[in-house]
């Protein structure tokens, strides 16, 4: 196969394993262009893609910018902050002005969980999905299982835990339909109000206890507590939650020393859901997540243009 079976990325939910499969083939062949003196391809020089994003980011954003001008693609940025939406111009006439300069391809972040899907029925070209409130991060659950596939291989089989504020999680949604698509067994585990109800709907078993969580996992990946996204108190104090669920060196060494392979999507809270010697040390893969991005988000846009030259 070397064609996405979609022609936006609007989540993992509906994109097949195929599709993952090719999108990682594709990424292998842009991490090893990213890591030569020379790290441009030309494969994207007749395209032009917006960055919208109306909410925070430092790593998506520079990821996405970064992955289109390592394509040679033309790049303009917005954010909402400094627009006319400001001025209560609709998102899909702020989409079609957008559009209406030749832009290509619309890669957005935006609060309201399904707008992309609403924007894809309204505009006409492909949009990927940055980031859409508490529902998908699409982009960060392949370039998650991409880091994973490198250091563990085929994941079938591997134990992935969650852990922390699931309920707020773009993150958490979009890796257990990555990572179940891609045969791993994923489980969660964080304070009972963080964790939806449906949760086991989706074939996820939850773990109360952390010790007894990360016995049983391979892989742990952190989230953030998203104090952001939080209208009430979910837990009694941040020095609380960090004792029942921050991971730490010394609660490591505890479960006699179990390789553990630790992930984060950032930005991290040290000292919160987890210290910096864990975010700093040997089992973390923190900083390999953010450089795989950019391979990943390149073969994502090279696919949804269309692309299926050999990259050279
Ligand atoms: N992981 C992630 O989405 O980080 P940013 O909010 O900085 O983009």
Redesign the pocket.
């Known amino acids: 196969m070397s064609k996405l079976s979609t022609k936006h990325l609007l989540g993992i939910k509906n994109i097949t394993r195929d599709d993952i499969d090719l999108i990682f083939k594709t990424a292998d062949n842009f991490k090893e262009v990213i890591n030569r003196p020379i790290k441009k391809v030309p494969s994207l020089r007749d395209i032009t893609i917006a960055n919208i994003f109306f909410e ?6 520079l990821s996405f910018e970064l992955a289109e001008k390592r394509l040679s693609a033309d790049v303009i940025n917005f954010s909402a902050g400094s627009s006319s939406v400001k001025k209560g111009e609709t998102l899909i006439d702020t989409v079609n002005n957008i559009l209406a300069m030749k832009v290509d391809m619309v890669v957005m972040r935006h609060p309201n969980p399904g707008a992309h899907v609403f924007l894809s029925k309204h505009v006409k070209c492909a949009i990927v999905n940055a ?1 859409d409130g508490a529902h998908e ?1 699409p982009t ?1 659950a392949l370039l998650d299982a991409f880091s994973l596939r490198e250091r563990l291989g085929d994941l079938t089989g591997k134990k992935i835990l969650i852990v922390g504020d699931i309920l707020h999680s773009r ?1 958490a949604l979009s890796n257990i339909f990555c990572l179940q698509k891609l045969g791993a067994e994923v489980r969660v585990c964080g304070p009972a109000t963080l964790i939806p109800k449906h949760i086991e709907s989706l074939g996820v078993k939850v773990m109360p206890n952390f010790k007894e969580a990360l016995v049983w996992c391979d892989v742990a990946n952190m989230l953030r507590i998203q104090l952001e996204r939080q209208d009430i108190q979910y837990f009694p104090t941040l020095r609380e939650y960090s004792m029942q669920y921050g991971l730490s060196n010394d609660l490591l060494e505890s479960i006699d020393k179990k390789e553990i392979i630790i992930m984060h ?3 991290i809270n040290r000292g919160v859901e987890i210290t910096s010697d864990i975010a700093d040390g040997q089992h973390s893969i923190i900083l390999n997540q953010v450089e795989n991005g950019v391979a990943v988000r390149m073969a994502v846009l090279y696919l949804l243009a269309g692309q299926t030259n050999t990259i050279s």
């Open positions: 925070n980011s430092t790593r998506t954003k980031g991060h960060q993150v999507p950032g930005p």
